[in-house]
């Protein structure tokens, strides 16, 4: 079974950067398709990103392209998501997740998931 963490989330002013890391713990990583959500309270869980699994295709939700960059260590079994230009609609439970199959943007295309981190934007 793949666990995963993530990490590096905080609070930060708009503007400012933050680089989250998902690590997982196993040896396969390589072998998965990954993607990064996020969820704000009272809102559906929201797809981020997409990375394949040698990096060569990554895709991007319109709301972050252009600000967040995704990429990934498969030595390191983890991947990263760097936020730039952070913006308070930004904040969210930012969660990682392995691809299973289907829609990448529909969250129910992923089998594990981490437990997130928070990240929170302030004006």
């Known amino acids: 079974q793949v666990q995963l963490k993530e990490s590096g989330g905080g609070l930060v002013q708009a503007g400012d950067s933050l680089r989250l890391s998902c690590a997982a713990s196993?040896?396969?990583?390589?072998?998965?398709?990954m993607g990064w959500f996020r969820q704000a309270p009272g809102n559906e869980r929201e797809f981020v990103g997409y990375?394949?699994?040698?990096?060569?295709?990554?895709y991007y939700a319109d709301s972050v392209k252009g600000r967040f960059t995704i990429f990934r260590d498969n030595a390191k079994n983890t991947m990263y998501l760097q936020m730039n230009s952070l913006k308070p609609e930004d904040t969210a439970l930012y969660s990682c997740?392995?691809?299973?199959?289907?829609?990448?943007?529909?969250?129910?295309?992923?089998?594990?998931w981490g437990q997130g981190t928070q990240v929170t934007v302030s004006s």
């Open positions: 997740a392995a691809y299973r199959g289907g829609n990448h943007v529909a969250w129910t295309a992923y089998d594990y």
């Open positions: 990375i394949s699994t040698s990096g060569g295709v990554i």
């Open positions: 196993l040896r396969t990583f390589s072998t998965y398709n």
